[in-house]
């Protein structure tokens, strides 16, 4: 925190210096005033050399263990009753991890410079992403922060232990492949000159699978580095093109229909938009500004454009439910949950009760991706350790066949 030093006048017109250490200049004229001083003029210290070190150190990023850690503190503190200042003094004060400790002190001095919430985040570390930063908002705007960094705090577990489970599932798959790719070079620099030598010598032609396999071991030998070449050119021309407003489109909308992977992105914008929706209008927000603040909370453009296809419509009149079944692209359910709730009057207790099942329908599908991965590996990688099997037992028994036969 920034040390002022100023030069003030008492009541009796005597003049007097000192220095306090506040978040801001404008914190230090407050709290020189309300010592009964009249502040003539107030300067920042130099920075320590600690300080300086940090500053130099540039934005400070999070391990996702660390942003779940720093979420689920806040939530808790400011479930306690905390006012979001005292909950940043306290993470400040107690935080043992310096990352931790330097966001909690850059988050706490921007809000007494009156920043929002969703500014401070992003100025604090680029760890918090579009996601993070426009939901924090919406929670901000609502009233409802700490139920939104709970829930932030869960879905950020929720991804963690994917990956986990992803990368688990990779381990055996890996090790094949390893095994397989030795394989393959025991089999093309010993055992095929061997066999092609000894068939040589009897006459004897390689079997087709060993051919075709040898065949394509000399092309990639001479040819890998067009391969290589082309594989580079493939992926900057999709990377510059999905960096395009049209290719980001096409991009954003085909994700959603990858095998596995699509559905577990759409539940879980699914489960985030009936969140977030329904703790907004239960806190009351007029629902028009309530689907304008949840259009943000997606950073996939496909969807933020459906979003503001439904937002057009609803300012014209429309009914919310009738806005998504007209735009299409969601779910009927989605559609007829919210309907029942405009129906009866309660959109935001419908709206959490949509996403309580898009929450076990996204734990489901997240259960049955990381059960298929496994399966699936295991199978492409007994194709190609039986091709390369049988193309040398193949070679092998034609050799101690035509050996026989002589």
Request: overall charge positive; charged content about 15%; hydrophobic content about 50%.
């Amino acid at each position: 925190m920034p040390a002022f030093t100023y030069t003030a006048l008492t009541a009796t017109g005597q003049t007097i210096t000192g220095s306090v250490t506040v978040g801001s200049r404008a914190e230090a004229f407050r709290k020189i005033e309300a010592q009964a001083l009249t502040p003539v003029k107030v300067t920042q210290e130099e920075k320590s050399e600690t300080a300086k070190a940090d500053a130099a150190e540039g934005p400070v990023k999070l391990k996702r263990a660390q942003l779940i850690l720093f979420t689920e503190e806040l939530a808790d503190l400011l479930d306690g009753g905390l006012q979001i200042d005292q909950a940043f003094r306290i993470m400040q004060e107690r935080q043992e991890a310096p990352a931790l400790r330097r966001i909690s002190t850059t988050m706490r001095n921007e809000l007494r410079e009156g920043s929002t919430v969703a500014k401070a985040l992003r100025k604090a570390s680029p760890s918090f992403d579009d996601l993070y930063c426009n939901l924090a908002a919406a929670g901000e705007v609502s009233g409802s922060l700490p139920s939104i960094l709970r829930r932030l705090a869960t879905n950020l577990a929720v991804m963690a232990d994917l990956q986990a489970k992803v990368t688990q599932a990779m381990i055996y798959p890996a090790f094949l492949i390893g095994a397989c790719v030795v394989l393959m070079v025991v089999f093309m620099t010993f055992m095929v000159p061997q066999i092609m030598d000894l068939m040589g010598k009897n006459g004897q032609q390689l079997p087709a699978a060993t051919q075709l396999l040898i065949s394509f071991n000399h092309f990639m030998g001479q040819w890998w580095w067009a391969i290589l070449a082309a594989i580079t050119a493939i992926v900057l021309t999709f990377r510059g093109y999905i960096s395009s407003p049209a290719g980001r489109m096409w991009w954003d909308a085909t994700k959603l229909k990858l095998p596995l992977f699509g559905a577990i992105m759409s539940m879980r914008f699914y489960a985030q938009f009936a969140h977030s929706l329904g703790n907004l209008i239960t806190n009351g927000v007029p629902l028009l500004n309530s689907i304008r603040l949840v259009s943000k909370i997606s950073a996939n453009v496909f969807i933020q454009s459906l979003l503001a296809k439904v937002t057009n419509l609803v300012s014209e009149g429309a009914p919310l439910s009738s806005a998504l079944r007209k735009v299409g692209s969601f779910p009927l359910l989605l559609a007829d949950m919210i309907g029942v709730g405009e129906q009866t009057g309660q959109l935001g207790k419908s709206m959490e009760k949509c996403a309580i099942r898009y929450d076990k329908e996204l734990d489901k599908r997240i259960k049955r991706m990381t059960a298929m991965i496994t399966p699936i590996i295991l199978i492409f990688m007994a194709i190609m350790v039986g091709t390369v099997a049988y193309s040398i037992v193949a070679a092998i028994a034609q050799s101690v066949t035509g050996i026989r036969g002589q």
